[in-house]
């Protein structure tokens, strides 16, 4: 979704006000920091496992709990003025944006106000991302762009009754703007990839709305009942798009007809009722003076920093630092931006005094890693640098038996010197995949590995869900090339090591 992004710097985020109340709301899936009243946020919170159970029921997936890692934390800011200064750049309206990583994915969102008759946008938007964040976890995203937008839309126009339970497939009206003053999109740029760049440049709102218009009527209409399917099973087949669309759909002109029939027709929605009893209790806590004081300056951490802003933000984590030094949190915040600010040995200090005040504290046993692998990579011995790298990792394995972080980093210590993994360690990245599908990187590293191996088949099953990834971009493009590659009969070490490179650069070869 535009108005989503990831991986962007970020700006400065005010001071927390004095008067501030930060709390946590823990549940199955999702951990919320919000400044914000408790009855507003435990209700946001059951929401949002209410969707995730929605969901479940919809696709006829029953997800095993993530997780506590590896659950989607989400970060409450004041207004969307707010976002835009932790985004750094981008539209100038903005409602939230999310950055999928094993262990640490982050959304930001202004306050979502519940309980009224709509649902409020900031909550479309978390809801259209978090669809594609659990689609890519069930191994559902198989389909081109406007099938997967299409589809997140669909879902994401979400209502949540006031005498409880929740309503999906209703009307997106927060496209209805775009859905009836713009014609600009038409069925054959969204199912064309020729002509869907150009769809994208010249109505990114109307390319989403009509994705929205064409998935709901495709998944309603009983005249094209079947032909969903029909088209996705051609494209597994290696179909062409277009003319998957062709032989699915049929008259593509007539099918613009209908949608623009279908749209002047009432838009209801229908209730949902999960297949699961419930998803667990929310957890409510009040932060400590020393955590409230510390959250804008972790949320500026996590959303990612430049170097210039690193530098900035260290220093006003220390002064915290300072003036809490009991604080584990504060000190995990503190290793965190030591280590953005490429100050390594600190960062070790501070992560030793906060597992030592708590140890327990998950974020510092994962800064003491990233700065220690970061030191191996200069040091003279560098076996040993990387087997007391792997130390914090391991000690963090056995606080979380399912955080992929250890499985992640091991596989790299090979890689950093030149050696091969061992079978183990390779059998462990394709575990962190599994606890972590949602971070593309994982399967991006994974399957160069398999390239320069010439193990074109696991290769190609990485690529594969590489190329469809809504967020994906250039890297779902470099993705598609070597997957067509691969499927054109490519085979030997010579053609493993210049896909790896295709890969790599998507340029880098004709």
């Known amino acids: 979704m535009r108005t989503l992004l990831t991986m962007l710097p970020v700006c400065l985020l005010s001071a927390v006000p004095a008067a501030a109340e930060w709390r946590e709301a823990s549940s199955a899936n999702f951990v919320i920091y919000a400044d914000d009243d408790e009855q507003n946020l435990s209700r946001f919170s059951g929401q949002l496992e209410l969707y995730h159970a929605a969901l479940e029921a919809l696709t006829g997936t029953d997800l095993p709990a993530p997780g506590p890692s590896n659950r989607l934390t989400i970060f409450v800011v004041k207004n969307e003025r707010e976002v835009r200064r932790l985004m750094g750049e981008g539209p100038r309206r903005i409602s939230g944006f999310y950055r999928p990583r094993a262990g640490a994915s982050i959304a930001v969102v202004p306050r979502v106000k519940t ?42 126009s979400a209502q949540f009754p006031a005498a409880g339970g929740i309503l999906l497939g209703g009307p997106a009206r927060h496209r209805m703007r775009a859905l009836r003053h713009g014609r600009d999109v038409t069925v054959s740029d969204l199912l ?61 002109d007539q099918l613009d007809r209908e949608l623009d029939l279908y ?12 297949g699961k009893p419930g998803t667990g209790p929310v957890t409510m806590r009040r932060l400590d003076k020393a955590e409230a004081a510390v959250m804008p300056l972790t949320m500026r951490s996590r959303s990612g920093v430049t170097p210039d802003q690193a530098a900035q933000l260290v220093v006003e984590v220390r002064e915290l630092a300072a ?44 800064q003491k890693g990233y700065a220690m692998f970061l030191q191996a990579a200069r040091a003279k011995d560098r076996d040993a640098a990387y087997a007391a790298a792997m130390a914090p990792f391991m000690a963090l394995s ?33 575990r962190a995949i599994r606890l972590a599908p949602f971070d593309q990187s994982l ?16 290769a190609r099953r990485h690529l594969a869900a590489i190329a469809f990834d809504p967020h994906g971009d250039f890297i779902s493009e470099a993705a598609r090339q070597v997957v067509s590659r691969i499927d054109a009969g490519a085979t030997g070490k010579d053609a493993g090591r210049q896909l790896a490179a295709l890969l790599m650069s998507p340029q880098a070869m004709p």
Do not use: C
Request: zero cysteines.
């Open 192 to 252: 064309d990839p020729a002509a869907f760049e150009q769809g994208m440049e010249k109505a990114a709102d109307a390319f989403y709305a009509r994705s929205w218009l064409l998935y709901h009527y495709l998944t309603s209409a009983t005249m094209r009942q079947g032909q969903m399917q029909a088209y996705l099973a051609l494209l597994s087949k290696g179909t062409g798009r277009a003319e998957a669309a062709r032989q699915a759909f049929g008259d593509l």
């Open 115 to 156: 309980g009224g008759e709509h649902t409020a946008f900031p909550m479309v938007v978390l809801l259209h991302e978090y669809t594609h964040h659990f689609l890519n976890s069930a191994g559902k995203l198989l389909g081109p762009r406007w099938y997967n937008e299409g589809g997140a839309e669909y879902f994401a």
């Open 263 to 274: 749209l002047a027709e009432p838009i209801r929605p229908f209730a949902v009722t999960p």
């Open 443 to 458: 399967r991006f590293d994974l399957a160069e590995y398999y390239l320069r191996q010439s193990d074109f088949p696991d």
């Open 398 to 430: 056995r606080l979380e038996k399912d955080h992929p972080l250890p499985l992640i980093y091991n596989f790299h210590s090979y890689l950093e010197r030149g050696l091969a993994p061992p079978a183990e360690a390779v059998q462990g990245m394709e």
């Open 323 to 366: 003036l809490y030094p009991q604080s584990a949190p504060v000190l995990s915040a503190l290793a965190e931006a030591e280590v953005d600010a490429g100050n390594m040995q600190r960062a070790i200090s501070a992560a030793d005094r906060a597992i030592e005040l708590d140890p327990r504290q998950i974020n510092a046993y994962v």
